[in-house]
C-alpha cells in the first residue's frame, strides 16, 4: 500500500484537543425521569442523586432540580393532556419533559426537549412502546402551550408549585407573607461560605476569591461570604485545607448566637453539646468559635450511624476535634453516663438542638422537600421536637442555655413549640434570638451582590436560658 493512502489518523496534540460533549440531553432525560419515579415514591433526591452514575450525575442534579420546582405546574398539564394518568415510569418522563419546556425552566429550545424525550422513551423498555404517545402529548404541549397554561393558571398546587396543605398552612402562619415565601421557595439559593477564622480572615479569603476570579460579597457574622455564582467545591481556595465550609447564612448564626457572652465560671473548658449534630456544620462552627480564653469540649450526638460518619468527616478536613456519639439526644440514659466519665462533666454549658423538622425552610435548595412530606408530618416532628426539648433541658447547667432551632418556617415547629415549652419549664427564660427567619427572595432589577449579603434560608431560633440558683 502506498503510504500517501492509507488512513490518516489523528495526531496525539489533535486527539488531546477535540472536546468530550458529555453525556446527551437523552441519556440525562432517561435519569432525571427515573430519580422522579424514586422520589414519588418517597426517596430523597439526596439519596436518588447518590445512585447516579457519576458521569451523569452534575446535569441530572441540575436538571432534577428544575422539575422539581415546578412539578405541580408540570403535572397539571399533564393532566389536561392525558387525562388518564400513564404508568408511572411514561408519566415521570412525560412530566420531566413538560417541566422543561415551561418558561420559568428555558435550559434548552423546545424541540431540542421533545426530540430528546423521545429519544430517551426509546432507551427504556418500561417507555419504548409510549414514545409516540410522549412525542404526541409534548407537540400538542408545544401547539396549544398559551390555552393549557390558561387552563391550569387557577389551580393553587400548579400556580404555586407547592401542596395545597402546605399552601393552607402558609397561609394561616403568614396571611401577609406566604406568597413571597412561596416565591422564594421556587428560586435557586445562592451558594453561601463560612471563612474558618482559625485559619484565615474573612478579608484575607476574600482576596483568595477574587484571586480566583470568583465573586463574592460579604455575608452575615464574622466569617460569613456569599458567592455571586455557585462553583463546585473543588474551585473554592484552600477547601480540601479546611479555610472555608459552604453553609447557608442563616444556619451560620447559630454558633455566634449560642457562645456569644457564655463563659465558664472556673476557668476550664465550655461544655457543649450538638444535640442533633450531622452533617457536622454547626458542630464544627462552634468549634471554630474556640480561643485560648474560651476552649471547648464538644460532644456530637447523632442518631443515624452513617449520618455520624459524616460529622467525622467534617470535622477531619477542618482539623477539629469532638467526641461523636451514635445516639438519640432524647434517650439520656443510653449515652449520658459513658459521656460524663469521659468529660469529666454533670451537664453542659450550652446545647445546641437543631432539632428535626419538616425542612419547609430550605425548599429552595431541597425542592423535593414539599413532595415529599404530608399534613400529618408535622405534628409528629412537632412531638420529636417536644421529646427532646424535654429531656435535654436537665442537661443544661444553671447559668447554660440551650439553642432551639429548626429550619422550618412553620409555627407549630418554631414559636408554638417554644411556647408550649416555656410553659412547663419555669426555669426557662428567653433571651434575645431571632425567632422566625423567613426565607429570602432577590428583587429583580435590584443591586444583586448588596442583595446577596441578606439572602437566607429559611428558620428558626429560639434562645433559653437557665439561671443560676
Not at 422539575?67 to 404508568?87: D, I, W
Not at 415551561?102 to 431540542?112: G, I, S
Not at 426530540?115 to 412502546?129: E, G, H, L
Not at 455564582?229 to 448564626?253: E, I, K, N, Y
Request: net charge neutral.
Amino acid at each position: 500500500m502506498n503510504p500517501s493512502s492509507r488512513p490518516r489518523q489523528p495526531s496525539r496534540a489533535a486527539t488531546a484537543a477535540t472536546p468530550n460533549p458529555g453525556p446527551s440531553l437523552s441519556a440525562q432525560l432517561v435519569a432525571v425521569a427515573r430519580a422522579l419515579q424514586e422520589v414519588r415514591q418517597g426517596q430523597s433526591a439526596r439519596a436518588v442523586l447518590g445512585g447516579v452514575e457519576p458521569a451523569l450525575r452534575a446535569g441530572v442534579q441540575a436538571l432534577l432540580m428544575d422539575v422539581l420546582r415546578v412539578l405541580g405546574t408540570a403535572e397539571a398539564v399533564r393532566a389536561e393532556l392525558a387525562p388518564r394518568k400513564p404508568a408511572s415510569a411514561v408519566d415521570a418522563l412525560l412530566c420531566t419533559a413538560l417541566a422543561l419546556l415551561l418558561p420559568e425552566v428555558p435550559r434548552y429550545d423546545a424541540f431540542t426537549v421533545v426530540n430528546q424525550a423521545v429519544d430517551a422513551a426509546k432507551k427504556r423498555s418500561a417507555t419504548k412502546s409510549q414514545s409516540a404517545f410522549i412525542n404526541g402529548c409534548l407537540r400538542s404541549f408545544l401547539r396549544e402551550r398559551d390555552d393549557l397554561l390558561r387552563a391550569v393558571a387557577q389551580e393553587p398546587v400548579a400556580q404555586f408549585n407547592h401542596p395545597q396543605w402546605w399552601l393552607k398552612r402558609l397561609q394561616q402562619d403568614y396571611p401577609q407573607d406566604w406568597q413571597a415565601i412561596v416565591a422564594a421557595n421556587n428560586a435557586q439559593a445562592p451558594m453561601a461560605l463560612r471563612v474558618n477564622l482559625q485559619r484565615c480572615s474573612r478579608a484575607g479569603y476574600l482576596a483568595l476569591l477574587d484571586d480566583a476570579g470568583i465573586e463574592a460579597v460579604v455575608g452575615v457574622g464574622e466569617a460569613g461570604l456569599v458567592l455571586a455564582r455557585g462553583v463546585p467545591v473543588d474551585q473554592l481556595p484552600q477547601f480540601a485545607q479546611g479555610w472555608v465550609s459552604v453553609q447557608d447564612s442563616a444556619a451560620q448564626m447559630a454558633a455566634p448566637l449560642l457562645l456569644d457572652g457564655l463563659q465558664p465560671h472556673d476557668g476550664r473548658a465550655l461544655h457543649v453539646l450538638d444535640a442533633c449534630a450531622a452533617p457536622g456544620g454547626k458542630t464544627a462552627h462552634l468549634l471554630e468559635c474556640a480561643t485560648a480564653r474560651r476552649p471547648i469540649d464538644m460532644v456530637a450526638l447523632e442518631i443515624d450511624a452513617k449520618r455520624a460518619e459524616r460529622i467525622g468527616d467534617t470535622l477531619a478536613r477542618l482539623a477539629l476535634q469532638a467526641d461523636v456519639v451514635v445516639a438519640s439526644g432524647s434517650d439520656v440514659p443510653s449515652w449520658l453516663p459513658a459521656v460524663q466519665a469521659r468529660h469529666g462533666m454533670q451537664q453542659f454549658d450550652a446545647i445546641l438542638l437543631d432539632a428535626p423538622c419538616s425542612a419547609s425552610g430550605i425548599v429552595r435548595r431541597q425542592p423535593d422537600v414539599r413532595w415529599l412530606r404530608r399534613s400529618t408530618d408535622i405534628a409528629q416532628l412537632a412531638e420529636i421536637q417536644r421529646t427532646l426539648l424535654d429531656a435535654l433541658w436537665p442537661l443544661v447547667v444553671p447559668g447554660g442555655r440551650l439553642l432551639y432551632c429548626t429550619c422550618s418556617v412553620f409555627h407549630e415547629e418554631g414559636e408554638d413549640q417554644v411556647a408550649q415549652f416555656l410553659g412547663r419549664h419555669a426555669d426557662a427564660q428567653r433571651l434575645p434570638a431571632p425567632g422566625h427567619l423567613l426565607p429570602q427572595l432577590r428583587e429583580p432589577g435590584h443591586n444583586s451582590l448588596g442583595s446577596l449579603a441578606r439572602d437566607h434560608d429559611g428558620f428558626y431560633y429560639a434562645l433559653l436560658h437557665k439561671p443560676p440558683r
